[in-house]
């Protein structure tokens, strides 16, 4: 069994360690505010983006596991996280007698195609926003330290507490139905799959690509999910808007190089994941 670090113990990185937990690992939580309940494996108190806190923190892992959120979209929480916070990391682990594994998970974000085009890990990443180069500067910082770490990049989470699309569709909002524009998805439960996947790899030794983007097999148009999710939902048929050619269109996240290794999607469709409106607390 591996001991193995968790920087970030939200929803998806507690239920990471909560699963590397059980699967009998040595699992260390790092967060910045002490957990509200008790937990079943150690969480330590520390903000990363304060070098001097790290001082609590042993160096001597066999794996990072770095899934880290901002407290806001604001550039400068960005920033603080995953620039700062992250060479404060790499510095502290710098000084381990062996270096451990690192596995950080970032955003299909970094891709700014927005023609519909198919994007995989060689696609040119480089997005529009700030916020999302931010994400860029912070994976080639980790690979700067060593490019055998490993990057996943989620495309939109949604699940449990997630459900800002039938949010939408509640809402009867208007949705581009031509040119499509297409949305890429992936289920919390599969975020904890594929994080569980790729790290019994790298535990196993398996030389792993450098970047895996992670999303369900479906990248469909906006509205066709708006559209299914109204059916299952009970809430009115969104309303079509036709606009002209060269509208914004985003782009289509490819999974192949994560299926080629293996990973099967236990939500591989948004028709596997917005089908239970009662446990969503949406009642037709």
């Not at 001097?52 to 596991?65: A, G």
């Amino acid at each position: 069994m591996a001991s193995i670090l968790v920087v970030g113990c939200g929803d998806i990185g507690y239920s990471m360690a909560l699963a590397l937990h059980n699967l009998g690992h040595q699992v260390v939580g790092l967060k910045r505010r002490p957990p509200e309940k008790p937990t079943p494996f150690p969480i330590l108190v520390a903000d990363i983006r304060h070098a001097d806190t790290l001082l609590v923190l042993s160096p001597e892992f066999d794996l990072v596991l770095f899934i880290v959120a901002p407290g806001s979209r604001q550039l400068e929480a960005y920033q603080a996280l995953y620039q700062s916070g992250l060479e404060n990391m790499l510095t502290h682990f710098a000084s381990a007698a062996v270096a451990p594994k690192w596995l950080m998970v970032s955003s299909s974000s970094v891709y700014g195609q927005n023609q519909g085009e198919w994007v995989d890990e060689d696609s040119l990443a480089q997005p529009a926003s700030a916020t999302s180069q931010c994400l860029v500067a912070a994976e080639q910082l980790l690979w700067a330290a060593d490019a055998s770490h490993c990057v996943v990049r989620f495309s939109g989470i949604y699940g449990p507490g997630r459900d800002w699309l039938i949010r939408r569709a509640a809402q009867g909002e208007a949705i581009q139905q031509t040119p499509p524009s297409y949305t890429n998805r992936i289920h919390r439960d599969d975020c904890v799959g594929v994080l569980l996947f790729l790290i019994n790899k790298l535990l196993a030794g398996e030389r792993l690509h450098s970047c895996y983007l992670a999303s369900d097999n479906d990248p469909a148009p906006l509205w066709d999910v708006m559209a299914w999710i109204a059916g299952q939902y009970g809430f009115p048929a969104p309303v079509p808007l036709n606009l002209p050619g060269g509208t914004l269109q985003n782009k289509r996240c490819s999974n192949a190089r994560l299926t080629a290794l293996g990973y099967e999607f236990l939500f591989q469709s948004y028709r596997d994941g917005y089908v239970n409106p009662v446990a969503d607390g949406f009642v037709k």
